[in-house]
């Protein structure tokens, strides 16, 4: 079983930045995709971006031009850097592993952007 362990959630202002971090207790560089995912109370969770074994980005319309997701295969960990946050980015973030047959995913890690 694959852990992953997120951090660097909290309170943002509108504009603000925050960083995500994702530490996974396994190799990450075989899975077939590393991502993040949101859910906002009453909402279903959605995929915010995702990086492939090959390299390869995709980005929920919403956050394009705003968000980065990156990954570090030495470190076995995934990041997403948010910048020019706005409210309706304020939700759980899960981190995601997707490996073969299996997805793992983390414990979620809560974004707040607020004045």
């Known amino acids: 079983q694959v852990q992953l362990v997120e951090s660097g959630g909290g309170l943002a202002q509108p504009g603000g930045s925050l960083r995500l971090s994702c530490a996974a207790s396994?190799?990450?560089?075989?899975?077939?995709?590393m991502g993040w995912y949101r859910q906002a109370p009453g909402q279903e969770r959605e995929s915010v971006a995702f990086i492939t074994r090959s390299g390869r980005i995709n980005y929920l319309d919403s956050v394009k031009g705003r968000f980065t997701i990156s990954r570090d295969n030495a470190q076995n960990k995934v990041y997403l850097e948010m910048n020019s946050l706005k409210p309706e980015d304020t939700a759980v973030y899960y981190c995601?592993?997707?490996?073969?047959?299996?997805?793992?995913w983390g414990q979620g890690t809560q974004v707040t952007v607020s004045s």
């Open positions: 995601n592993g997707v490996d073969g047959p299996y997805t793992h």
């Open positions: 396994a190799v990450i560089f075989s899975m077939n995709a």
